[in-house]
Nanobody, 124 residues
Framework: QVQLIESGGGLVQAGGSLRLSCAAS????????MGWFRQAPGKEREFVAA????????YYADSVKGRFTTSRDNAKNTMYLQMNSLKPEDTAVYFC?????????????????WGQGTQVTVSS
């Protein structure tokens, strides 16, 4: 099964940048699609971005489109989330996740493997 470990979270000022990493192990072709989600206190976990490992195609939530970029490094088995022009509303715990079956998704319920999360705090 897939094991995921996020890192790179921290405190940053509004307008700044941060890069999150998600180290993946045990991924197979059925886990081709991976995603980033975030959850702020009192709110539901929401979709941020996703990618197809094999094709490199990416998908983004409207709230982060144009500011965030997700990518992967196959040699390192690591997925990244480059976050630019950060806003206070981006403050949340960020999770990486993987599906157990092939296909793109932006829904929490369709992801089977999750990392422990990394805190991102954006100050004004």
């Amino acid at each position: 099964q897939v094991q995921l470990i996020e890192s790179g979270g921290g405190l940053v000022q509004a307008g700044g940048s941060l890069r999150l990493s998600c180290a993946a192990s045990g991924r197979t072709a059925r886990n081709d699609f991976m995603g980033w989600f975030r959850q702020a206190p009192g709110k539901e976990r929401e979709f941020v971005a996703a990618l197809s490992w094999s094709r490199g195609s990416t998908y983004y939530a409207d709230s982060v489109k144009g500011r965030f970029t997700t990518s992967r490094d196959n040699a390192k088995n690591t997925m990244y989330l480059q976050m630019n022009s950060l806003k206070p509303e981006d403050t949340a715990v960020y999770f990486c996740a993987a599906r157990a079956t092939y296909g793109p998704s932006r829904y929490v319920r369709e992801y089977d493997y999750w990392g422990q999360g990394t805190q991102v705090t954006v100050s004004s």
